[in-house]
């Protein structure tokens, strides 16, 4: 059961071969016997998770299920769902019960799905470790001693050690390709616009994004089907027709055209995974496709373009946090102004603090120039590098992120180290693009992703690319070991 | 030295709409503190905003009223700052790119006992739309400040011009000028005690001839034409002494204090504040097209300029009077109701209109709206001068009981007994009387003083307790004295 | 780009965050780093780009004037630090 796809837990759930309320119970206990050491969620609340689950039994047994209702997902930590406690892995929002229900919980909740509980997640999801959540690192299951990547780190460990069937998580420079990379899963970031950011903690507005991470592509799809569509309260929610994500899973990969980009296969990318990569792509070739080197000659500017852009973002998002109508207020202060820097320094950690400030100075007077406005014009420069890449190929493939799990602790003492993780992913964001990662084999006997770019609105053809991958390779089923 | 003063308006007004600019809260006023603040009007964590369709309706209806640019392409913009009645820590308002560009308004400025009145065109550099913040309620709570939310959200638009102004005057003419077109076309009620009117005035001088600005300080939250008069005459004696004893102006934001009469620099403003404009990524840019304006402009209501010559044509009036009928809508529309009701001669409406009603709403300080004389009623008396039920003067006694609620004309002329005696026989007979009893003003007449005559007139309206037709009575007179 | 601490304390001040001398000093490397970084920006020509703040060319939908929103005051301000009569509480603001 702990491995079943969502099509064989709906399937078993059809035939009554198990309850949902069961299903929830058994993951409720192994997260009981395995979450202390992975930390991979923060809250947990099985009561409600039961009665979710039981309702969904109602559903069920009424003949009124969806290919979701009653699977139990975990949710990072970053989504606001109704009277449970929602951090986003702070300090700040230590207490903070969500009154309202981001759209992305209510889709899962209309589809009958269950919470299984919220997971951990970099603070703010500014991180690509997991080490900057104030409620403590979290374990890969692969290698106790190492990350599982961030900043859906939490998600990531949630499913890679079985604590849940799949979870969601959010990426804005890579927080969900680049944990799926490295915990050996599947996750794909939509196109920026195809997911409702209402009742997502923004971090940075213009290029965060919520997406699924299962264990393999189907599941992607089918939770994309729950997750994607409309939102009238996001104004950056795309008007588009309902899509059904499966659909094209199984058309062939003939003819296939897949750009593999030079720059992403240069200095700082690890040999062994260089070779997985590499690997993947020759098992493409059987299945059909053609490749062909492409050029993305503006990868490396992406990170500083992002390290402007996103904390220039995030510096007002976070304005919000001032102890004055919920999170955390100091419990001394002399005056208002003593109240808001004594709240705000206590309830933010190192690396939101530093990413706040460097957005803070770079939209100062005297530097919007220089800095904000720079980055958005190179930014359309990367936009133009994919778009001219995209004339030559159908979808573009290289490594989700530099190496495999760092130890813990590696880069925590160098902003920048840990910021070139992101190297491969950014740049998809930046130009709104959707990015997946699916599991590719090993390095150093720790996970490898294949990272798949494709147009925009063409996850249903990635998702087609990552399906056909797993039916004739077998990384995406592979467990770590002692869960 | 001769000093000049330049003076700059800026106008907040808020928008007459349902609803907030960016969510679905309503804007009524007087609730319950904090009963019309929804999640997106508190900030919480992940809600977004959406523009509200009668927001940018009104910014084009004032587009087109003071004949301005409407931005094809605008851009709505993040002012970081922080203070309690700004939940989201920053203000969503436009910078570089406003919804309405350069317009103008024609000014009436009136005579003083030092010049006559003259005509002026205010330039208007730029309306913006943005969110109003909060209200902060200073009274005690044992030390602290308490924050209403309800009004955090109401849309603004804020209405800029060039430093055109160089007297008190001139700025409360245009302040009144503007605050009644806002009201003409339906944008905004213009309750200056509740708020919905609020002016801020910059005001710096320098030496008069020369072409560079002087230092300027803001005189900031002004919401009566009163103390708009009273704090920039105190600004300008203030600016032009501290210069002349040998001082200098720093930029400052400053209060006006209606007890005292002076105005003091705000202390939480003193330094000068970097707000870190940037577009906000949550919002898209507002496109709108020649259709959307031609939409707007059919359904604009005759602007006053217009109205004023119509009147001048339609009804023959003189171009002080159309002037002073247009200065208000509710004044126009009571006039046309009126001349409509009335049938006669529109000159006769109007000198009634600019006259006793005027002055009586002025005695009182109310708007025509709360007049008790209907423009239907105001009709019916002007019907019985006309028709000689009654004169004249006694149509002003008339119109008293009138506006003191005792009825209709016609049924205070019956209920008084005022009908006007037009009967030449019972005037030959009172006139009879008279010439009788007054046989030495007679004489004086006969003798060639010519004033006899009126004390004659008057003694046979006393003799009628001024029931006589007037006319009449002079023409009978006349003809009995002549022989 | 050379940042002093005094820099630090005044983008610190102008994010309401408290820095305390050590913090400002230590804070100051590490923005160093990152600082650097972004300066890496500034070999790039582009005359003429125009800025991108959203990868689709799509434009503000308008929402209709309905009020959709009712009182949630008591579940918003039962997660609230200091509430008085419906009011928020906060150190008096002086003028």
Same mark, same amino acid.
């Given at each position: ?11 078993a ?8 309320v ?12 395995? @979450? ?9 609340? !099985? ?20 290919? %979701? ?7 990072k ?37 269950? *919470? ?23 374990? @890969? ?6 990350v ?8 990531? !460990?949630?499913?890679a050690?079985?604590? #849940? ?11 969900i ?12 970031? =939509? ?12 971090f #940075?507005?213009?290029l ?11 599941d992607?799809?089918?939770?994309? *089907? &729950? ?10 929610s ?27 296969f ?9 070779? &997985? ?8 070739r ?11 000659? *503006? ?19 976070l304005s ?11 419990a ?18 190192a ?17 919007y ?45 160098d ?15 930046l ?7 699916v ?35 077998d ?8 869960i | ?9 800026e ?6 709409? @349902?609803?907030?600019?960016f ?15 929804? !999640? ?14 009668? #927001? ?37 308002s436009?910078?570089?790119?406003p919804?309405?560009?350069k ?5 009436q400025v009136? /005579? ?22 909060g209200?902060? %309620?200073?009274?005690?709570f ?12 109401? =849309?603004?638009l ?10 008190? /005057? ?13 009201q ?7 309750? +200056? ?8 005035? @910059?005001?710096? &001088? ?37 210069l ?32 870190r ?5 949550? %919002? ?7 259709? $959307?304006? $031609?939409?707007?402009?059919?359904t ?5 300029e217009a109205m004023?010559?119509?009147f ?25 109701? /009126? ?11 109007a ?5 006793? &009603? ?5 005695? /009182? ?8 004389v ?53 005037i030959?007979?009172i ?37 006589? *037709?007037? #006319? ?12 | +780009? ?19 001398? !050590?913090?400002?000093q ?10 650097? %970084? ?13 800025? +991108?703040?959203h990868?689709? $060319? ?7 004037d ?8 008591e ?21």
């Amino acid at each position: 059961m702990i491995n079943a796809s969502l099509k064989d837990l709906a399937a078993a759930l059809g035939a009554k071969q198990i309850s949902s309320v069961e299903l929830t119970q058994l993951f409720l206990d192994r997260i009981h016997r395995l @979450n202390p050491d992975i930390n991979a969620y923060i809250t947990l609340d !099985a009561d409600r998770s039961l009665a979710q689950a039981a309702a969904a039994d109602v559903r069920i047994a009424q003949g009124n299920a969806g290919p %979701l209702t009653g699977i139990p997902f975990a949710q990072k930590d970053i989504f606001c769902a109704k009277g449970w406690r929602t951090t986003c892995g702070s300090k700040m929002l230590e207490n903070f019960v969500a009154p309202y229900d981001a759209h992305i919980i209510s889709q899962f909740d209309a589809a009958g799905a269950v *919470n299984l509980g919220k997971t951990n997640m970099d603070e703010f999801a500014m991180g690509s470790s997991n080490e900057t959540s104030y409620y403590g690192k979290v374990q @890969n299951p692969w290698d106790r001693a190492r990350v599982p990547g961030g900043s859906s780190g939490g998600s990531a !460990a949630a499913v890679a050690a079985r604590l #849940a069937p799949a979870a969601t998580g959010t990426d804005t420079g890579g927080s969900i390709r680049q944990p799926a990379s490295l915990c050996g899963l599947s996750g794909l970031k =939509p196109t920026y616009g195809v997911c409702s950011r209402y009742g997502m903690i923004a971090f #940075a507005s213009s290029l965060d994004q919520a997406g699924p991470m299962a264990k393999s592509a189907e599941d992607l799809g089918l939770m994309m *089907n &729950v997750m994607a569509g409309f939102d009238q309260r996001d104004s950056t929610s795309l008007p588009r027709e309902k899509e059904d994500y499966t659909r094209d899973l199984n058309l062939p990969l003939k003819g296939l055209r897949i750009g593999i980009p030079k720059e992403y296969f240069a200095d700082g990318l690890d040999a062994g995974v260089a070779k &997985v990569v590499l690997d993947a792509i020759e098992q493409y070739r059987k299945l059909g496709a053609e490749t062909v080197e492409v050029s993305l000659p *503006n990868t490396q500017l992406s990170i500083p373009v992002y390290y402007v852009l996103a904390p220039a973002e995030a510096s007002s998002n976070l304005s919000r946090y001032d102890g004055v109508r919920y999170g955390h207020r100091a419990a001394e202060y002399t005056d208002l102004m003593d109240m808001y820097c004594k709240s705000r320094a206590e309830g933010f950690g190192a690396e939101v603090k530093r990413r706040i400030m460097v957005g803070t100075y770079v939209l100062s007077a005297g530097y919007y120039d220089a800095y904000y406005l720079k980055a958005q014009q190179i930014r359309r420069l990367i936009a133009q590098d994919f778009e001219q890449a995209f004339k030559q190929c159908d979808v573009i493939m290289g490594p989700a992120a530099p190496g495999t799990a760092f130890k813990t602790g590696e880069k925590t003492n160098d902003p920048v180290a840990m910021y070139l993780e992101d190297l491969y992913t950014i740049a998809v964001n930046l130009a709104g693009l959707p990015g997946m990662s699916v599991p590719a084999g090993f390095a150093n006997g720790l996970p490898v992703g294949l990272q798949i770019i494709g147009n925009y609105f063409s996850e249903a053809r990635m998702l087609n690319i990552g399906h056909q991958y797993q039916q004739v390779t077998d990384w995406h089923t592979r467990m770590p070991e002692g869960i | 030295m001769q000093w000049e003063v330049v003076i700059g308006l800026e106008t907040h007004t808020q928008l007459q709409t @349902n609803t907030k600019i960016f969510c679905g809260a309503s804007t009524a006023f007087g609730a319950e503190p904090n009963t019309q603040a929804d !999640a997106v009007s508190i900030a919480l964590p992940g809600v977004l905003p959406v523009l509200n369709r009668e #927001a940018v309706q009104c910014a084009i209806r004032f587009g087109l009223a003071i004949d301005a640019e409407i931005g094809r392409r605008s851009v709505f913009a993040r002012k970081n700052y922080f203070y309690p009645d700004l939940p989201k820590g920053y203000q969503i308002s436009q910078y570089e790119l406003p919804v309405v560009g350069k317009g103008k308004l024609s000014i009436q400025v009136p /005579a003083t006992s030092a010049g006559q009145a003259y005509e002026k065109v205010i330039n208007i550099t730029r309306a913006h739309l943005e969110e109003d913040a909060g209200k902060s %309620l200073h009274s005690d709570f044992h030390g602290m400040t308490g924050i209403d939310l309800n009004r955090a959200g109401t =849309p603004l638009l804020e209405i800029v011009t060039e430093p055109d102004m160089r007297s008190a /005057a001139e700025a409360v003419a245009y302040a009144k000028k503007l605050h009644e077109l806002v009201q003409w076309i339906g944008i905004c009620d213009g309750n +200056m005690q509740e708020g919905s009117f609020r002016c801020d005035v @910059n005001v710096s &001088v320098r030496p008069k001839g020369s072409d560079k600005l002087g230092t300027r300080r803001e005189i900031k939250n002004l919401n009566s034409f009163r103390f708009m008069q009273q704090a920039i005459e105190y600004e300008t004696r203030w600016q032009i002494e501290t210069l002349e004893d040998g001082g200098t102006i720093q930029q400052a934001t400053v209060l006006f204090d209606p007890d005292t009469g002076e105005t003091r620099s705000m202390r939480s403003k003193e330094e000068a504040n970097d707000y870190r404009y940037f577009p906000d990524p949550d %919002l898209l840019p507002l496109v709108i097209s020649e259709a $959307d304006i $031609d939409a707007v402009r059919s359904t604009m209501p005759e602007l006053p300029e217009a109205m004023q010559a119509r009147f001048e044509q339609q009804y023959g009036l003189p171009a002080y009077d159309a002037t002073a009928i247009t200065a208000s809508r509710g004044v126009a529309d009571y006039f046309v109701a /009126a001349v409509t009701a009335f049938g006669g001669e529109a000159k006769l409406v109007a000198n009634w209109v600019m006259g006793s &009603v005027a002055a009586k709403l002025n005695e /009182a300080g109310q708007e025509i709206a709360m007049s008790p004389v209907s423009a239907v009623q105001l009709a019916g008396l002007l019907k019985r001068i006309t028709d000689n039920t009654i004169s004249g003067k006694m149509a002003k006694e008339v119109f008293e009981a009138m506006w003191a609620g005792e009825g209709d004309a016609d049924a205070i002329i019956a209920q008084r007994g005022l009908k006007q005696v037009s009967d030449s026989g019972a005037i030959e007979a009172i006139v009879d009387e008279v010439l009788a009893a007054n046989a030495t003003m007679v004489e004086e007449y006969k003798a060639g003083k010519e004033k006899a005559f009126n004390g004659l007139v008057g003694q046979c309206m006393k003799a009628s307790k001024g029931k006589a *037709n007037p #006319a009449q009575v002079n023409d009978i007179l006349k003809k009995k004295l002549a022989g | +780009m050379s940042l002093t601490t005094d820099d630090v304390k005044r983008i610190a001040h102008l994010a309401r965050i408290e820095v305390t001398e !050590a913090d400002a000093q230590a804070t100051l490397e590490k923005l160093g780093g990152i600082l650097d %970084l972004i300066e890496q920006m500034q070999a790039v020509d582009t005359a003429g780009i125009e800025p +991108m703040s959203h990868s689709q $060319d799509v434009t503000q939908r308008l929402r209709e004037d309905a009020v959709t929103e009712t009182n949630q005051r008591e579940l918003f301000q039962s997660i609230a630090p200091a509430v008085e009569n419906g009011l928020y509480l906060v150190p008096k603001v002086i003028e």
